[in-house]
């Protein structure tokens, strides 16, 4: 079935995680699950929904603070993991952002089986103090985007569909360690994420955390910057996945004007057609740091 999609490895994308404001009142709940679409390419996978199960079970029984109880991947699932690598290393080396390439190389995961979270958590937090977390499925927006201004990153152990292994419908541990733990592993990055979950916690209409969802959405997720007179990514979504990557050189490069983004949508079921450009690593960082602390 990997095989079988080898030659179109560029062609699909990874849908991210959406994020939008609640119109009600906050949710808590960390292990909020979003169950399998009839859609979803697992659906009608018997194995592959029980072994999704068994790994949300772990994440249920899981208290903050606790060594991270390890996934039961399968020699398939591997397989999925190695297959996203051989897409994804000639991507990186011509598409991501030199900050990425060294945090990536400092982590040093291994490309030929899954990493168990425990296994990155301790790497990351002894760059930046930021740990993982595991989680059953998907998480309330505000839950997931509050918990970065404690250093914790709400992350999910599941990977997509091995009939799929360059699409999954929603974050996956192949997108939570490639696209998040790496840039978590830089310490400037991290500290975005911080600043970021802390202007969400001081936000409290539905309108503003909209605004500021469409920021996260442009910049952590599928920012993009110049250097050395090339286009970089910067962005989580873009990272993990190699169609995205592919696909940037198509898209329409706006000046990062924040401001100018909360006017653009977006959706996540299709390559981003329009992307927000910084001249440097150093002027986003600068940017993005004070337009976060400024937040209000």
């Given amino acids: 079935m990997i095989t079988e999609i080898k030659d179109s490895l560029l062609l699909d994308h990874v849908d991210m995680r959406l994020v939008t404001a609640e119109t009600d009142e906050a949710t808590t709940d960390r292990n909020t699950i979003v169950q399998l679409d009839p859609d979803h390419p697992g659906f009608r996978d018997p194995n592959y929904r029980a072994r999704r199960n068994r790994i949300a079970a772990l994440a249920m029984g899981y208290k903050s603070g606790e060594e991270i109880p390890d996934a039961p991947y399968t020699d398939e699932e591997h397989l999925v993991w190695q297959t996203i690598w051989e897409a994804l290393k000639p991507a990186h080396q011509k598409h991501a952002c030199a900050e990425y390439l060294a945090s990536l190389a400092q982590l040093g995961f291994p490309t030929d089986r899954i ?44 990977i997509r569909h091995h009939s799929t292994p360059l699409y999954t419908p929603e974050p996956d541990v192949a997108h939570e360690i490639i696209g998040h733990a790496v840039t978590l592993g830089s310490a400037r990055l991290a500290e975005l994420n911080r600043l970021f979950g802390a202007a969400v916690k001081r936000t409290r209409s539905s309108e503003r955390l909209a605004l500021l969802s469409r920021f996260y959405w442009f910049t952590i997720e599928f920012g993009v910057l110049r250097e050395d007179g090339q286009i970089k990514a910067f962005g989580t979504g873009l990272l993990s996945s190699a169609g995205e990557l592919e696909e940037m050189a198509r898209a329409e490069l706006r000046p990062l004007d924040l401001e100018g983004i909360f006017s653009q949508e977006y959706d996540p079921t299709h390559y981003q057609p329009v992307l927000f450009c910084a001249e440097s690593f150093e002027s986003m960082y600068e940017s993005l740091r004070q337009y976060l602390v400024d937040w209000y």
Avoid at 131 to 140: I, M, S
């Fill in 115 to 158: 990493p168990q979270l425990r296994e990155v958590s301790r790497k990351v937090e002894r760059i930046s103090g930021f740990r993982l977390e595991p989680v059953a499925g998907l998480v309330e927006p505000r839950v997931f985007l509050e918990n970065l201004a404690n250093g914790v990153f709400l992350c999910t152990q599941y």
